[in-house]
């Protein structure tokens, strides 16, 4: 087979196939701090890491009112979680109700 004739069969047939490959995924970074949820509001895509950071000296958590996670962050301390289903979800803490957000995760 010449150079390059593999690769060149791979990435035929991923197209003939209708594969979508994604370029790379992004982190994106929440904070918790002060009770509040930074930014509130966030868009993402499937593939796409959300870090959410406790800066705060209590514990919190990041629950989807859909039930899709439900993510527990101690003081100090970082938890990701990977975006695998499209939708807007709502979450909030569990702890303090009042701190809310919307992550929007797109295709």
């Known amino acids: 087979m010449k150079p390059g004739g593999y690769f060149s069969i791979v990435a035929a047939s991923i197209s003939a196939l209708g594969i979508t490959v994604p370029a790379h995924a992004a982190a994106i970074q ?7 949820f930074a930014p509130a509001e966030v868009t993402a895509k499937i593939g796409d890491t ?3 950071v406790n800066k705060d ?10 039930g899709e996670w439900d ?12 975006l695998k289903k499209a939708g807007a979800i709502d979450y909030y803490c569990r702890f303090h109700p009042n701190m809310k957000a919307r992550l929007t995760i797109t295709p």
């Open 30 to 36: 929440i904070s918790m701090q002060n009770l509040v």
């Open 50 to 52: 959300i870090e959410w």
């Open 57 to 66: 000296v209590f514990a919190h958590t990041a629950t989807a009112k859909n």
């Open 71 to 82: 993510v527990m962050l101690p003081p100090k301390k970082t938890v990701t979680l990977v």
